[in-house]
């Protein structure tokens, strides 16, 4: 949430939590892996920004999900009808 709106430093983004800097760092390395996040080195700073193709790609992912598990459930919904009485 914190990258919505513009770029910012390891530390500004560190100042948020209350967890260590380097601890911080390591999260910004597993969203960076992930897709989530772009790392840019700018002189002695490393800004961090969102990437929102790698939310789209997530999304889709989910979306194949909840489409499965919608048509499984009306499925169940529909034989479990079908078996008890009204």
Not at 43 to 49: A, I, L, V
């Amino acid at each position: 949430m914190l990258l919505m709106e513009d770029s910012l430093t390891i530390n500004n983004l560190a100042d948020n939590f209350e967890m260590s800097r380097p601890a911080v760092s390591k999260h910004v390395k597993i969203l960076e892996t992930a897709g989530f996040i772009s790392i840019q080195d700018i002189g002695r700073e490393r800004y961090c920004t969102l990437k929102r193709d790698g939310f789209e790609e997530l999304q889709a992912w989910i979306s194949y999900f909840d489409e499965f598990w919608a048509s499984k459930l009306k499925k169940l919904e529909a034989l479990l009808n079908k078996r008890l009485p009204n």
